[in-house]
């Protein structure tokens, strides 16, 4: 079953926007990445550069990370970059949540002139302002980008296969890690269907350098074979990340 494309993004129409009354960061041109559901990292932008550029960034970076993005030029003029790179215009910008900075490395370098270094210090001001109410970040680690099981999916993959394995995972013969479709081993998930990613299916790179921003792909689950169990990965995993060589 293939998810709707609205369930993942994160775009707002002007009109919602204007009804939820929230706050956002004022100081164009950045980029908004949507680590997780409720975690949002903001990159700079120069003003000096021409909209042409800036798209070219955001396609690069959206390239890269496989995260969704927003590039936001003013307060009522952004385009949504899907994972594939597919763009949206749109005149609602991303609002709300908790938000971060300087954790995702950028495709490009610029200097860091006197009129970036005072829109960082206000960046700054503004992360602290909105996280200032605390609390904690979870990733979809109960959902899990999970589907109700179909009769016939029920039927092919009830039970284990040898080692614990969960039906309908296969090992990838690269790097032994498995790969597919099974169900839910979670009690609380009884009877939903989850996309289970070896490592060869990781694309989640760091726009700088190149490397992974996690050992496993991210807001996706994989199999530990030690214990059989699905575990999944946060988006806000890649926060971690370090490019000993570039970043």
Known sequence: MKPK???HQFQLTAQQVKALNLPTFESFPYLTTRVIPALYHLALLPRSFEPELLRHIAQRQVEANKLQTCL??????????????????????????HVTFGQLHLCVEFGNDDELQVRQRLLAAYVEERNRAGGYLVGDGMARGAHDATPDEQFRLAGR?????????????????????????IPKLKGKVVRVHCLCENDNLCAASGGLLYAHKLNANYFEKSDGQIWHVPGFCSLSHR???VC
């Open 5 to 7: 494309r609205d369930e």
């Open 243 to 245: 490019c000993t060589e």
């Open 161 to 185: 296969q040898t080692g614990r394995v969960p039906r309908g995972l296969d090992q990838c013969p690269t790097c032994g890690e498995w790969a597919g479709e099974c169900l839910d081993p």
């Open 72 to 97: 936001v030029f003013g307060s009522d003029d952004c385009i949504y970059y899907e994972i594939d790179g597919t763009g949206f215009p749109s005149d609602g910008i991303p609002r709300g949540g």
